[in-house]
T-cell receptor
Framework: AQRVTQPEKLLSVFKGAPVELKCNYSYSGSPELFWYVQYSRQRLQLLLRHISRESIKGFTADLNKGETSFHLKKPFAQEEDSAMYYCALSAYTGRRALTFGSGTRLQVQP | GAGVSQSPRYKVTKRGQDVALRCDPISGHVSLYWYRQALGQGPEFLTYFNYEAQQDKSGLPNDRFSAERPEGSISTLTIQRTEQRDSAMYRC?????????????FGSGTRLTVV
């Protein structure tokens, strides 16, 4: 069975500081990984997926199969980045729906 | 519609009552998913549909929970004989199709409180 772990419930940084939100997964096959974000009073929305290898709002994430990690990074945090971030995994076999981590709240202080 | 619509936004019900939560997905989206999210946790998979067919209901916690999508569009999640432990945010999401796993569009959710 697949599992996603986000070890930090809260990450607080100052504006302009680098950000790294940690995500580790366990899955015996080759997964597809995602980051979802929920801003205050908004819906949960897709931020990025590893197969796209894209940068969204300055965020990037690299899948490290050796370390089974998919950490989300941004070199310079902005106050508008404050939100709840969820890492999620999809398996190519078995259950196709996403398995989410418990989330990390990012607070960017001025 | 323009987005995924869930109703009601908030539901307070007494223990033992039945509740029905509704999800109207984006027009043309084949796949529809139901998740439940307890406070401080991530969304937890309940069930999903492709068109009207329920593909996986392994996440439904017990037989008090059921879901349907009779015409391949609007879906209803029904909880019978509600219990306090059913209190949570219930989230619905849709995607273009089964190939688009993870490319979800979520609704605003229904906050269910069982008193």
């Amino acid at each position: 069975a697949q599992r996603v772990t986000q070890p930090e419930k809260l990450l607080s940084v100052f504006k302009g500081a680098p950000v790294e939100l940690k995500c580790n997964y366990s899955y015996s096959g080759s997964p597809e990984l995602f980051w979802y974000v929920q801003y205050s009073r908004q819906r949960l929305q897709l931020l990025l997926r590893h197969i796209s290898r894209e940068s969204i709002k300055g965020f990037t994430a690299d899948l490290n199969k050796g370390e089974t990690s998919f950490h989300l990074k941004k070199p310079f945090a902005q106050e508008e980045d404050s939100a709840m971030y969820y890492c999620a995994l999809s398996a190519y076999t078995g259950r196709r729906a996403l398995t989410f981590g418990s989330g990390t709240r990012l607070q960017v202080q001025p | 519609g323009a987005g995924v619509s869930q109703s009601p936004r908030y539901k307070v019900t007494k223990r033992g009552q039945d509740v029905a939560l509704r999800c109207d997905p984006i027009s043309g989206h084949v796949s529809l998913y139901w998740y439940r999210q307890a406070l401080g946790q991530g969304p937890e998979f309940l069930t999903y549909f492709n068109y009207e067919a329920q593909q996986d209901k392994s996440g439904l916690p017990n037989d008090r929970f059921s879901a349907e999508r009779p015409e391949g569009s609007i879906s209803t999640l029904t909880i019978q004989r509600t219990e306090q432990r059913d209190s949570a945010m219930y989230r619905c999401a849709s995607s273009l199709g089964p190939e688009d796993v993870g490319g979800y569009t979520f609704g605003s959710g229904t906050r269910l409180t069982v008193v």
